[in-house]
Nanobody
């Protein structure tokens, strides 16, 4: 029943500043860590940024100072503000969240279907 839905991807000019959103919906008891990952064609999926339930953040070195991850707990939504985009940022961006669905079970990882961000030079 629980699912994640990303939005905000598309074609962006180098130097642009789009914002990605990911909303969790369904029968969710709690949300722990949320994060963004990305995968370019022919490459492995890599971590971009994570944010804990308490607001602690971690970033991949290549996006530090350019990307900002945040969350709105009231709306079960995580955001990724991307600034100063480079062509090498082109990838499918995936949302990940650790969700607790049942009171008797621990949280488990859920993934969105991804949203494509293409950066043109």
């Amino acid at each position: 029943q629980a699912q994640l839905m990303e939005s905000g991807g598309g074609l962006v000019q180098a130097g642009g500043s789009p914002r990605l959103s990911c909303a969790a919906s369904g029968s969710i008891l709690s949300i722990n860590e949320m994060g963004w990952y990305r995968q370019a064609p022919g490459k492995q999926r890599e971590l971009v940024a994570t944010i804990s339930s308490g607001g602690n953040t971690k970033y991949q070195e290549s996006v530090k100072g350019r990307f900002t991850i945040s969350r709105d707990n009231a709306k079960n939504t995580v955001f990724l503000q991307m600034n100063a985009l480079k062509p090498e940022d082109t990838a499918v961006y995936y949302c990940k969240a650790d969700l607790q669905i049942y009171v008797w079970a621990l949280s488990s990882a859920y993934w969105g279907k991804g949203t494509l961000v293409t950066v043109s030079s």
